[in-house]
Each structure stands twice: as C-alpha cells, then as structure tokens.
C-alpha cells in the first residue's frame, strides 16, 4: 500500500535513524503492536503497506508465534524487506487493491502508517474488514502534534510540520471517529506521536 516512493526513502530514513528521540518513539511503536497483538495471539498475521518489513522484523524477534505476510507495492521496499527476512515471512509485492482475491483471510490485518497517504481511506477500510477474521490493527500520525515534532526538528517547516505527502490528517478523537463507522474498538495503544487501535470488524464491513 506503499505511497510512490514514500517506503523507500522516508520510511527507511524513519527506522535507520540516529537520532535518540525518535529511535525511543519508533521502538516503544514496535512494542506497543507487539502487545496488541499478543493479547489475542493470532495465528496469522498480514502487514499491508509492509515497507521495508520493520515491524515484521520486530514481531518475528519478539518471538510471535504465528505465519506473517507482507504486502507492499513497492518493489525497492520488497526487495528491502526480503533481504531483512529472509524465508522468515512471505513479502509480496501487489496493490492493496489487488488482494480481493487473496485465498484465505488473517485473524490480524495491519495498516501502519499507510492511510493518512490515501485519497479514499474508506475504501481501504472496506477491504480491510473483508481479509480479517478476528481483528484490524490501524495506525496514523496524531496530529496536531506529530506536525508540531517536525516543526520543532525544522523539518516541512514551510508547510508547518505537514509531510507533503499525507493527504488525510487526524486528531486521536477524529480518527477513533473515522474508524467507527466501520469497526469497534478494542484497545488502544500507547505510541504517541501516533494514534495506534486495534479493533474488531463491524458486521456489515465484512463484505467489500
């Protein structure tokens, strides 16, 4: 589900940096999904919009006892993530758009990161409640703070702090309103600058 270009060059930059901060932010992220998905100890797991496979690396090194499959359109991020696992996970290439016919469904589907970079976030949503069995796991920036970090980084600070290419902007409480529509909320997860849910399909999300 990877934005043009996005996964290969931010995403990696994101993970790979130096900095302190932003390191302790992104492992406390990685633990915070981690202890989502144990609470229901899912057997299969599908990470859409994977990227480079980080988080799928930090599952398969926390020990999580289930078959994992990533998905991403990026080709370069595929490559990426295959090297990083290995045999480990399956890393597919394909648009999200393409998976309607995929032969089975997860008991998670994970999107992190992915629908602040979507014109129809509702029609992803959509999907989403169609390759679950059990649970969704969502993720986005919380805004206004996640641009107010950039800000105080002086980074995108002609555009306030906003990533160019996020198109959808979400507070804790609009995007928890967002999901609503379509999901019931099970928990949430302690990741600030990102607003982190796991939630259960509504009955009538289960078809796209």
């Given at each position: 589900m990877t934005a043009p270009g996005r996964r290969a060059s931010?995403?990696?930059?994101?993970?790979?940096?130096g900095n302190p901060a932003q390191r302790y932010l992104i492992d406390r992220f990685h633990r915070e999904v981690i202890r989502l998905?144990?609470?229901?100890?899912?057997?299969?797991?599908?990470?859409?919009?994977?990227?480079?496979?980080?988080?799928?690396?930090?599952?398969?090194?926390?020990?999580?006892?289930?078959?994992?499959v990533g998905v991403d359109r990026s080709d370069t991020a595929v490559a990426h993530?295959?090297?990083?696992?290995?045999?480990?996970?399956?890393?597919?290439c394909a648009d999200v758009r393409d998976l309607r016919d995929l032969p089975h469904t997860f008991d998670v589907v994970?999107?992190?990161?992915?629908?602040?970079?979507l014109d129809d976030p509702d029609a992803a949503l959509r999907l989403l409640g169609s390759l679950t069995t059990g649970h969704v796991l969502l993720s986005v920036p919380r805004e206004p703070y996640f641009r107010?970090?950039?800000?105080?980084?002086?980074?995108?600070?002609?555009?306030?702090g906003s990533d160019p290419e996020h198109v959808q902007h979400w507070s804790r409480s609009g995007f928890e309103r967002f999901v609503e529509n379509r999901f019931s909320?099970?928990?949430?997860?302690?990741a600030f600058p990102w607003t982190l849910l796991l939630l259960e399909p509504r009955p009538t999300t289960v078809e796209v």
């Open positions: 931010g995403n990696l930059q994101k993970h790979e940096t998905l144990e609470m229901h100890r899912p057997g299969s797991v599908l990470d859409l919009g994977c990227g480079e496979g980080f988080v799928l690396e930090a599952l398969l090194e926390a020990g999580l006892d289930a078959s994992l993530a295959r090297e990083r696992i290995g045999s480990r996970a399956e890393i597919i994970m999107m992190l990161e992915v629908l602040e970079h107010g970090m950039n800000l105080l980084r002086l980074k995108n600070v002609r555009r306030w909320i099970v928990a949430r997860g302690r």
